[in-house]
Each structure stands twice: as structure tokens, then as C-alpha cells.
């Protein structure tokens, strides 16, 4: 057993040394980060909510009712379906959908400039400017963005000072103030698989396709989006993902009325002090976004390896 | 259809640096016409200017006496075929060749039907289904050639196409080339360092040096014929024979070198004076091993170096008595077993085949 680990290509080429630290270092990051807390979460989500004290009671047995309660409500509620988590949920994703897309559509002409038309000084310049911002914690960013946004904020007193309005727009009641928080929060991580993805196409393409008689549009639509789906899905993911799953910006940016898939499991866990319920909540979460993002890679017929490349 | 070209006062700036300046030239509709010229003298520069990538500093190109200012190379009657082919990896063969068609909304049996003509004309018939990397160097040469057809451009710019081949494969591309050229019957402008390629394929071919054209003409005249010492040792090997001016007899000049005087033409636009400081070249082929009877202008003595075989070429290495080296090569047929090295032997040359000009930089320096 020994020997046959020792003759693997993977620890010729490191040595002993390097190859034991990575392989320890992934099996620890897998089972203790990855592995068993998913794995203590699902148990939970299928187990009543005790105190405690009571584990192993009588109180506790396995049960479907948080999922149940996702779907259906309490037992008490009157409706037939919990339409206001449901609905919470429901607009979670398609709004994760529609920043995602916003976020790439931002992205996409900024890449391509930096990557394919800015002079190499230019684009460093660029590239440092995006990143600098990105310095300050997502918390203390979102709260930037409310001083903008709060009703009396500093676009409000601008606009309503230089009398372009006579009130200010309630850019916090109307979540305007989320959904750019939102956008704001993981443009990098679309930007930079973009420009990768763009960087590495040969100018010559995109020059060749314009000798053909190739609009510009119609450049982008044919070689330079294709050549960049890798990077593009890759960013849509990350994007999505972390969306779906943020909770920062939304506690800070959301409007009092609205809320965020996040901020709902957050509050079993601290508030409601239900752990099993969140879990099941973000059990939920996670399964369907995996399901959406597989079935958008699906319609859009790209591979899981491509991402990777 | 073809069509004429013509650069008129060309120069491409960057900042200051002139990558091409004042370049004139007319290209017939219907030729095989070449620049050649060593790396980075601004053969791709021109390319670019022509196809519409690169507006010219100063100075304008003309397609069939049309000014192209401010036309894009989308809008040109050209096609350009890249150093690096750019090929579209992620389309099929058929898709690559109908790319043009495509673009301007050309119906899909109609293109099919169009690259398949076209795939039958690079001999790759039934190939167009198959991924660009499935194929090999030189049909992804022809695929590059028929894509950049399919426009069916009045000029064809090549941008050394065949750099990238290997040997035997580039030396039957070029006939492949050549005869692709007769079949489409448009105007051809091809960039190459290699003076082998521009000779062997082109109608006449413009020798290019920092920027600058220094001699326009059919293969032969600029071989036989060199205007500047840069063409002369660039096209073909020459070897040069430096002295001053001593004498002139109607379009010969005799020239006093270290090492003896010889006797050699001038050119019509080249007239020297004596005292003029200047260069003779003779090619190695030209010199020869005077047998009895043989009579040249000129004698040459020579001390062997060293030999080199070529299979079809001998080459001798020997240099004179000041020190200068001299090349010169005999036909594998001739028996040249009492040429040994240390030995002096004297070669001969005749004024005819030796040109002169000014003084003035060579390309191997
Ligand atoms: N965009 C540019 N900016 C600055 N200088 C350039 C640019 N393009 C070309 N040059 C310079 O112009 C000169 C000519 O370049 P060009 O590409 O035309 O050479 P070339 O003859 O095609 O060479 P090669 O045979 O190596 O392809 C070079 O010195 C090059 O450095
Ligand atoms: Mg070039």
C-alpha cells in the first residue's frame, strides 16, 4: 500500500514531503470543513427541534416537518402553502438571476477593454482600480452604499439641493439600494474569469473575423463569446452562488419590508434558536441552487470541465 | 476579378519611429507580388495598411485608383491571411470557409454549397465537417486560403503563410499556392523573409529594408540586377569585393581592391565616378574554375578554408591575400578532387556577371 502511494506520478513530481502536506491538507479541508459539518447539518434538518438536553430523548426522532413547514407552513397557518417564505425564496433566486446577468453584462464590455483594446499601462491602471475598492470588508461597503441610498442620503440631499427634486426617491424602500449593493458585492469574481477567459483569445480572431466583412457585434457574438464561455459560466456560478447565499448586504441594504433568503435561515438559527429548521432552509438553498445552476449549464451546453479550464 | 494596388507616399508611423516610409509601388491587377525583407522591416506593417488595420501616417493606398481612407477592412474588396492563419477553432472547416458568407446573411444551403465548392478547390472535398485541429499543417494553410476566398476578395494579402510549415510541405505549398493563383485569377500580395519563396512563386517582388523599398522588379532583374548593395547580398548570397573606382569604360567600371583590380558592370541608374568608393559583387555560382582555353575579365587568387556539400552545390570557403572571404560553389558534377584545403587556386569571373555599385551597407552585416 505504502509503495504503491509512493510510486504515484504525484509524488515523483512533488517529493514526499509536499505531496503528504496536500494530501493531508485537502483530506482535512474536505472531512472537517467540508464533510461532516454538511453532514451534521442534514441530520439535523431531519431531526425535531430539542433542546439540548433532550438529544436522545423521546423528543427527538427523525421527521420531514421543516421541509414541510418550507413548503406547507405551520401546522396552525390557515393557507394551504407558506406563500410568505416560499415567495422570500422565490425571489431570492430570480433576483440572484437577474444580478447575475446584470453583473455580466456590466462586466463583459469592461473585460473586453481591458483584455483586447487598453494599452498594457492602461489596463494595469484598470485593473489595480477595480481591485482597490474590493480592500474594504463587504460589510463596511454596504454600509458606504446606505450613506448613499438612505433616504436622507447623499444622492437625495444632492439631488434634492441642487433641485432636480423636490423629494427624495426612496431608493432603500424600493431596494434599489439592494440590488446595486448586490451587483457591487461579487463583480469581481465575474470580472476576472471574464478577462482571463478574453484575454486568451488571439487578436488575430477577432481581427480576422473583422477582414471577413464581421460586424462588431457579430464578432462578439461568434468568436469572442464563445472563446470566453468558460470564463463566462464560471463567473455566472460564483456569482449566483454567492448571491443566493449572501446575508451581509441585504441585512444592511434591504429595505425593512423585504427580506433575503440568508437573513430568514439566520434567523432560525439566532433568533428563533431553531437550528434544524435552518439547517433544513439551507439545505433547501443549496440543493436548489445547484439544481439551477446545473440546469442553466444544461440549456446553455456547457460542461462541468470546461469551467475549470 | 482583380484589381490594381497601389501605395502612394506610404509611411507608417509609431511615435517616431518610421515603420514604413514613402512607399511606392503598383501592383497590376492579376499578379503574384511579393515584399520581401529580413524581420522587422515593416512587411507586416504594409500588409496591414493595405487591408485597413493600419491607416497610414502619411500618404495614401489606392484599390483600383479608389482612395481607402477611412474605409475599415470590413468594408475592403481584400482578404488578408494572417502569419498565424486564425483560424476559428471552435467552428467546423465548412463553417470556418463560410464565415464571410455568414456575415453578410447568406441562406445556409447556399453557403454549404459554396464552401463545398471551395473545399474541392484546396483538394480537402468531404473535410468540412471535421474541427480545425483535426487537421493537419498544411491543410489548415489551404483551409486559411479558401476561408479568405470565399470573400471573393480582389487582392489576396498573405502574411508569410508558409513560416510555420516545414520544408517539403512549404516547397509544395508554394506550387500549390502559385497554381490556386492562376486558378482564382486575383491579384496576390505575399510577405516573406525568405527570398527563395518570393523568387520561385512571384511575378515581381519589392525588396524591403527598415522601412523602406529599395528595389521594385521581376525575379530575375532584381537578381542580376541589384540596385543597392542591401538587395544584392539579400537576394541570393553575393560576395563583395570593396575598392575604389579607378576607371570606366562605357558601362563597366574597373575597381582597385585590396587584392587586384577588377572589371564590373554598372548600373544604368548607378553611375559611379573615379574615386568612388565602391562595391563589386560576384554571386558564387559566377565563379569559376578556369580550365585551358577559358578566358575571363577577371582573376581572382584564392586560398581554400574549408568545403561544405551541398548534394546538387560543391561550396568552397577560401579567402584572399588581404584577408577578405570569398564563397564559391561548383555543379556536384564537376570533379574538384585536387581542390584541397591550403591550396591556392585562381578562379575567374567575367565583368558581365559582376555588378557595382556605390558603397553602402550590406544585409548581412
Ligand atoms: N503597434 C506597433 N507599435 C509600435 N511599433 C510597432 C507596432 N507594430 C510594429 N511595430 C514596429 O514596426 C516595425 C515593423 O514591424 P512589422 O511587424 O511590420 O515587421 P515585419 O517586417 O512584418 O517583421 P516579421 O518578418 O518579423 O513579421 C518593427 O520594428 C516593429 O517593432
Ligand atoms: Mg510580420
Given amino acids: ?309 | 476579378m482583380s484589381a490594381d494596388v497601389e501605395l502612394s507616399d506610404v509611411s507608417v508611423t509609431f511615435g517616431s519611429f518610421y515603420a514604413a516610409k514613402n512607399v511606392n509601388v503598383k501592383v497590376n491587377g492579376g499578379e503574384f507580388f511579393s515584399f520581401l525583407g529580413p524581420s522587422g522591416c515593416g512587411k507586416t506593417t504594409l500588409l496591414r495598411a493595405i487591408s485597413g488595420f493600419q491607416e497610414p501616417s502619411e500618404g495614401k493606398v489606392l484599390i483600383d485608383n479608389k482612395d481607402m481612407s477611412g474605409i475599415g477592412p470590413n468594408k475592403r474588396p481584400t482578404a488578408l491571411i494572417f502569419q498565424n492563419l486564425a483560424l476559428f477553432p471552435l467552428m467546423s472547416v465548412s463553417e470556418n470557409i463560410a464565415f464571410s458568407l455568414e456575415v453578410r446573411g447568406v441562406s445556409k444551403e447556399e453557403r454549404k454549397k459554396r464552401a463545398d465548392e471551395l473545399l474541392e478547390l484546396i483538394a480537402l472535398e468531404g473535410q468540412g465537417d471535421k474541427k480545425v485541429h483535426q487537421l493537419s499543417g498544411g491543410q489548415k494553410q489551404r483551409v486559411a486560403i479558401a476561408r479568405a476566398l470565399a470573400v471573393e476578395p480582389k487582392v489576396l494579402l498573405l502574411d508569410e503563410p508558409l513560416s510555420a510549415l516545414d520544408l517539403k510541405l512549404r516547397q509544395r505549398m508554394r506550387t500549390e499556392l502559385r497554381e490556386i493563383q492562376k486558378r482564382v485569377n486575383i491579384t496576390f500580395i505575399y510577405i516573406t523573409h525568405d527570398q527563395g519563396e518570393a523568387l520561385t512563386m512571384s511575378d515581381r517582388i519589392a525588396v524591403m529594408n527598415e522601412g523602406e523599398l529599395e528595389q521594385i522588379g521581376k525575379c530575375d532583374e532584381v537578381y542580376n540586377n541589384p540596385l543597392t548593395p542591401f538587395v544584392a547580398t539579400f537576394v541570393g548570397e553575393n560576395n563583395p569585393l570593396y575598392g575604389k573606382v579607378t576607371g570606366i569604360e562605357g558601362d563597366k567600371a574597373k575597381i582597385e581592391t585590396a587584392d587586384g583590380q577588377y572589371l564590373a558592370t554598372m548600373n544604368e541608374s548607378k553611375k559611379l565616378n573615379i574615386g568612388d568608393e565602391s562595391i563589386a559583387f560576384v554571386r558564387p555560382e559566377s565563379l569559376f574554375i578556369p580550365r585551358d582555353g577559358d578566358n575571363f575579365d577577371n582573376k581572382i587568387n584564392v586560398n581554400i578554408e574549408s568545403f561544405e556539400f551541398e548534394g546538387n552545390l560543391k561550396n568552397f570557403y577560401a579567402s584572399l591575400k588581404s584577408g577578405a572571404k570569398i564563397k564559391f560553389s561548383v555543379p556536384n558534377a564537376i570533379d574538384t578532387s585536387f581542390i584541397t584545403s591550403g591550396s591556392s587556386i585562381v578562379l575567374g569571373f567575367e565583368s558581365s556577371k559582376s555588378v557595382i555599385l556605390p558603397k553602402a551597407s550590406l544585409a548581412i552585416d
Fill in chain 1, 1 to 309: 500500500m505504502n509503495n504503491f502511494l509512493f510510486t504515484q506520478p504525484f509524488f515523483k513530481k512533488n517529493g514526499k514531503a509536499v505531496a503528504i502536506y496536500f494530501l493531508v491538507a485537502i483530506i482535512f479541508w474536505f472531512v472537517f470543513l467540508v464533510i461532516i459539518p454538511q453532514f451534521y447539518m442534514l441530520d439535523l434538518s431531519f431531526r425535531t427541534n430539542v433542546p439540548p438536553l433532550a438529544r436522545g430523548g423521546p423528543e427527538d426522532y427523525y421527521t420531514f416537518e421543516h421541509y414541510s413547514h418550507f413548503i406547507f407552513g405551520s401546522k396552525t397557518a390557515t393557507d394551504a402553502f407558506n406563500f410568505v417564505d416560499l415567495g422570500v425564496f422565490g425571489r431570492t433566486i430570480f433576483v440572484s438571476m437577474l444580478v447575475t446577468i446584470a453583473n455580466l453584462l456590466f462586466c463583459y464590455p469592461i473585460a473586453f477593454y481591458i483584455a483586447k483594446i487598453a494599452n498594457p499601462s492602461t489596463a494595469r491602471l484598470l485593473i489595480v482600480s477595480l481591485i482597490i475598492p474590493f480592500w474594504i470588508n463587504e460589510l463596511l461597503r454596504s454600509f458606504a452604499l446606505r450613506i448613499l441610498f438612505a433616504n436622507e442620503g447623499v444622492i437625495n440631499n444632492f439631488l434634492t439641493g441642487v433641485g432636480l427634486l423636490d423629494q427624495g426617491i426612496l431608493f432603500i424602500t424600493y431596494d434599489i439600494g439592494l440590488y446595486t449593493g448586490l451587483i457591487y458585492a461579487y463583480i469581481l469574481l465575474m470580472m476576472f474569469p471574464l478577462y482571463n477567459a478574453i484575454e486568451s483569445l488571439d487578436i488575430n480572431q477577432i481581427e480576422a473575423a473583422k477582414d471577413l466583412g464581421s460586424s462588431s457585434f457579430r464578432t462578439h457574438w461568434r468568436i469572442v463569446i464563445p472563446h470566453a464561455k468558460p470564463g463566462i459560466v464560471s463567473g455566472c456560478t460564483m456569482v449566483f452562488m454567492l448571491t443566493v447565499g449572501a446575508l451581509a448586504t441585504p441585512v444592511v441594504l434591504s429595505s425593512p419590508n423585504t427580506l433575503w433568503f440568508p437573513q430568514l435561515i439566520y434567523q432560525w438559527f439566532n433568533m428563533n434558536d431553531n437550528w434544524s429548521r435552518g439547517s433544513a432552509y439551507s439545505i433547501i438553498l443549496l440543493i436548489v441552487s445547484v439544481i439551477f445552476v446545473l440546469t442553466m449549464m444544461r440549456i446553455f451546453k456547457v460542461r462541468i470541465g470546461e469551467i475549470i479550464k
